[in-house]
């Protein structure tokens, strides 16, 4: 039964890649200035996902909508990245947006839904 269902997923992943690639969202333009404020904000947060994954997808997709330069870490294909998401986490469920604060403290954000509301909360242009 895995083994079908590898060859099932397989050529939907690629097309759901194929149509994120061929349907990029065009990002916001700021003024530099305003960018490299963003920019500086992001550096503390870490996308754990799979690149086929439609839930990571959506929030990749969203990322682009605001400009969003954040690091992404590929769950499925790096061990140490699975392995930094279910010791930090404690699950190994993409995606997973890592959120440090300027004291330290980490917060692991499972849901794509609330990531996405994170996201706009954190950076919708005003």
Same mark, same amino acid.
């Given at each position: 039964?895995?083994?079908?269902?590898?060859?099932?997923?397989?050529?939907?992943?690629?097309?759901?890649?194929?149509?994120?690639?061929?349907?990029? %969202?065009?990002?916001?333009?700021? &003024?530099?200035? &305003?960018?490299?404020?963003?920019?500086?904000?992001?550096?503390?947060?870490?996308? +754990?996902?799979? #690149? &086929? /994954? %439609?839930? /990571?997808?959506?929030? !990749? !997709?969203?990322? #682009?909508?605001?400009?969003?330069?954040?690091? #992404?870490?590929?769950?499925?294909?790096?061990?140490?990245?699975?392995?930094?998401?279910? &010791?930090?986490?404690?699950? $190994? #469920? =993409?995606? /997973?947006?890592?959120?440090?604060?300027?004291?330290?403290? =980490?917060?692991?954000? +499972?849901?794509?839904?609330?990531?996405?509301? +994170?996201?706009?909360? $954190?950076?919708?242009?005003?």
């Amino acid at each position: 039964m895995g083994f079908i269902m590898r060859i099932i997923r397989w050529p939907i992943g690629a097309l759901l890649i194929f149509f994120d690639w061929l349907f990029t %969202p065009k990002g916001i333009s700021r &003024a530099p200035e &305003a960018q490299t404020v963003i920019d500086d904000q992001t550096k503390n947060l870490t996308l +754990y996902h799979f #690149k &086929a /994954c %439609p839930f /990571c997808i959506k929030v !990749r !997709r969203e990322m #682009k909508r605001h400009s969003l330069v954040v690091e #992404k870490k590929d769950a499925k294909r790096c061990e140490v990245a699975r392995q930094e998401l279910l &010791a930090g986490g404690g699950k $190994q #469920k =993409v995606p /997973c947006l890592k959120i440090q604060d300027q004291s330290g403290n =980490v917060n692991w954000m +499972y849901e794509s839904s609330e990531i996405i509301q +994170y996201l706009q909360k $954190q950076f919708a242009p005003e």
